[in-house]
């Protein structure tokens, strides 16, 4: 009898906390910098010198060399990435992006089915529109992600890619030898013309599908002074809707790009694309439940 009572005491205990305190996920949406790192071909990779690793006098003493492109692994584009730069177009570089443009609302545009069987396959117009029609305007400031499923073939170069070549993403006619999925030019367009938005990223190598060659989508994005997040990770853990990106590059003057650590943080009101309200309503009653059941057996 004294175990029934403490296992309902327990859960009632339990319901209660969780309806106090709320649910609220961190999401690491980083890949780790190492041997593995991934970057796009013609561009350089991530290199680490050990320098100290052991007894240093009385103390345990680590120190590192490091060495990376500034477009390497998971990593922030700066407008003028592609753009003339900020002196003459207005263009950003990287330590004078706004400091409130690094943080904002997530969406999450999924188009893994398609990527599935294409993968050329690109954010259309129409996902976009569904994606609203299914959640609502896509909110001021916001970080709007695409997520293609591409993520399950990272660090694998030739899955990656579509190509196992480094020092190239394009053949003796300059056509691209690399297959992967990205924002088209129409898509990016109705984003600046239509929706206030600071940044886009992918969870592939570049904003723009692999088979681009004049990277339009990076254009028209920083045109607008739009930044992009590239080589996302773990954006199948991120909901549609319902959490705060937090993409905070490394500040290198005159940077084009950089190094970048991305978090999302799910809302509290929002527990795997499910009202938390409705949630926290279904556990209180949970609670009293049990409580009422106390009553009753005791």
Request: net charge negative; charged share 20%; hydrophobic share 40%.
């Amino acid at each position: 009898m004294y175990y029934i009572r403490s296992v309902i005491v327990c859960l009632a205990l339990q319901a209660l906390y969780v309806c106090v305190h709320g649910n609220g996920d961190i999401i690491d949406l980083t890949y780790t910098f190492d041997e593995n790192t991934l970057f796009f071909p013609g561009h350089e990779g991530f290199v680490q010198e050990i320098l100290q690793r052991g007894p240093y006098g009385p103390l345990w003493l680590e120190s590192n060399h490091i060495e990376t492109g500034e477009h390497t692994g998971t990593h922030m584009d700066a407008p003028a990435h592609l753009r003339e730069g900020e002196l003459r177009k207005g263009q950003l570089r990287i330590e004078v992006l706004p400091v409130s443009h690094l943080v904002g609302p997530g969406v999450k545009v999924d188009i893994s089915s398609k990527a599935t069987i294409d993968p050329d396959a690109q954010v259309e117009i129409n996902d976009l529109m569904a994606w609203e029609e299914e959640n609502g305007r896509i909110p001021d400031g916001a970080i709007v992600m695409m997520f293609s499923g591409w993520g399950k073939f990272y660090p694998n170069r030739t899955a990656y890619f579509g190509s196992d070549r480094n020092d190239s993403y394009t053949d003796e006619n300059n056509v691209s030898i690399v297959h992967f999925p990205g924002f088209s030019t129409p898509a990016a367009e109705w984003l600046v013309e239509n929706r206030n938005i600071v940044g886009v990223g992918v969870d592939t190598a570049s904003l723009d599908f692999g088979q681009s060659t004049n990277f339009s989508s990076h254009v028209v994005f920083f045109e607008q002074n739009i930044f992009g997040l590239e080589n996302v990770a773990n954006l199948d853990k991120m909901p549609t809707t319902g959490s705060t990106i937090y993409a905070l590059p490394m500040k290198i003057k005159d940077g084009s790009g950089a190094p970048v650590r991305i978090i999302a943080i799910v809302d509290d009101d929002v527990i795997n694309g499910v009202s938390a309200t409705a949630c926290n309503y279904f556990l209180t009653c949970f609670a009293f439940f049990i409580v009422f059941l106390y009553k009753m057996l005791f």
